[in-house]
């Protein structure tokens, strides 16, 4: 039996009991946040893209 779901709800709800759990300080937060966007349009996005894609994949 395949469970099907989503990676952004995955993320999601390990985000949430993250900061929950641990409570991070809110500047790491927005700076790994603002990393992880202003990384998505450079040219190492498609090897995180690879990357994640390979996690997902059978």
């Known amino acids: ?26 500047w790491l937060l927005v700076v790994l946040l603002l990393g992880g966007y202003l990384l998505a349009d450079t040219f190492i996005a498609p090897a995180i893209d690879g990357g994640l894609t390979d996690l997902t994949t059978d």
């Open 1 to 26: 039996m395949n469970v099907e779901l989503p990676l952004i709800i995955a993320v999601g709800v390990v985000g949430y009991f993250g900061i929950r759990l641990y409570r991070p300080p809110t």
